[in-house]
């Protein structure tokens, strides 16, 4: 068996800093971070505790990892989650990352030292190394909302996120609107970034290309409600009044983007839903002993792709120019 200065050798640095990565308990420079963890990988290296927990996994408890716990959709996916789980006589356990490479390694090492029987993981940095991890030591993984990553592993609950902001840029066109951008002020994550691109595709089918000032846009395509709601209060208090002078969409339809003083434009995604539905997933898997990415019998992959239809409310309008204003 590996031991911790097999790993150390491997990528070229000392035991202390495989270490404080296996942990997460120092900052490590992102390429340190990947040689070692990639080291962990080719010499399956496995800490003690880990070690133990695979030879005994406990039966009751489900791991779920969200990059945030104040966004209202990753909480309603939390819900989900465990309402899916308590059916089952499952506990849950729950990361919240922020979508820091550190945050989910420790996260990785702390389900499998507690002997999780399976991860539903709804948001990750990007580059996140996170799910092969935990697959490579034999933990089901369901993916909630990151239908994007191409290893054939993990299970898959999502919504079609190409369908989706070609919905809204539709939208948007239909309007008048011409100067469109995105809104992802510190965007790390792999979810916001697949709809920043499905966002610049369905630009580019229309010959058009995502403006970089906010100031030059009349349209503002948010990569979630929270960011949405939040430029709102920004353009208001700017003394830009939106839809007048500027539409904003969003994405997920929390419960306040209907509230009567924000009534956002935005794509419904169902976050109970989605974790009810991952959970299921996760579950089967570890009962059956397989990966969650293969279907008992017929080993295909396995995706669920829910709806998500664009909600139409009082944030969006024409651009004033097309209203005769000449603006």
Same mark, same amino acid.
């Given at each position: ?8 050798? $491997? ?10 990565? &296996?942990?997460? %308990?120092? /900052? ?24 133990? *927990?695979?030879?005994? $996994? ?9 990059? +945030? ?48 029987? #399976?991860?539903? &993981? ?10 092969? /991890?935990?697959? +490579?030591?034999? @933990?089901?993984?369901?993916? =909630? ?5 191409? +290893? ?10 190409? #369908?989706? @902001? ?11 609107? $011409? ?35 906010? =100031?030059?846009?009349?349209? /503002? ?30 994405? +997920? ?25 991952? %959970? ?10 397989? *990966? ?12 669920? &792709? ?9 944030? %969006? ?11």
């Amino acid at each position: 068996m590996a031991r911790l200065i097999d790993v150390a050798a $491997r990528a070229g640095v000392s035991k202390s800093t495989v270490s404080n990565v &296996i942990r997460g %308990t120092a /900052l490590v420079a992102e390429e340190t971070r990947r040689k070692v963890e990639r080291a962990i990988a080719e010499t399956g290296y496995r800490p003690n505790a880990i070690a133990r *927990s695979l030879q005994a $996994r406990s039966g009751n408890a489900l791991g779920v990892i969200v990059p +945030d716990l104040t966004n209202p959709f990753f909480a309603q996916l939390v819900v989900g989650v465990e309402r899916a789980a308590a059916t089952s006589g499952q506990a849950v356990l729950t990361a919240h990352t922020e979508c820091t490479p550190a945050a989910e390694l420790a996260a990785a090492y702390a389900f499998l030292e507690r002997r999780v029987d #399976a991860v539903v &993981i709804g948001g990750l940095s990007i580059g996140a190394s996170l799910p092969g /991890l935990l697959m +490579d030591h034999g @933990m089901p993984v369901v993916l =909630a909302g990151l239908g994007g990553i191409e +290893d054939p592993r993990p299970g898959v609950v999502d919504h079609d996120t190409a #369908a989706a @902001m070609e919905a809204v840029v539709r939208h948007l066109y239909g309007l008048g609107h $011409r100067r469109l951008g995105f809104l992802a002020h510190g965007l790390r994550e792999i979810a916001g970034e697949g709809r920043r691109l499905a966002f610049e595709a369905a630009l580019a089918r229309r010959g058009l290309v995502a403006v970089a000032s906010e =100031a030059a846009a009349t349209a /503002l395509v948010a990569h979630d409600d929270m960011h949405a709601i939040a430029a709102i209060d920004r353009l208001e208090r700017a003394g830009r009044r939106v839809p007048e002078d500027v539409s904003v969409t969003g994405y +997920d339809d929390v419960p306040l983007a209907a509230h009567g003083r924000i009534r956002l434009t935005t794509v419904r995604a169902d976050g109970v839903e989605m974790g009810r539905r991952a %959970t299921e997933m996760a579950i089967a898997a570890a009962r059956h002993g397989r *990966s969650a990415g293969q279907r008992e019998s017929a080993g295909e992959s396995r995706r669920i &792709i829910l709806p998500s239809p664009l909600i139409v409310r009082a944030s %969006t309008a024409a651009p004033r120019r097309d209203r005769g204003t000449g603006a």
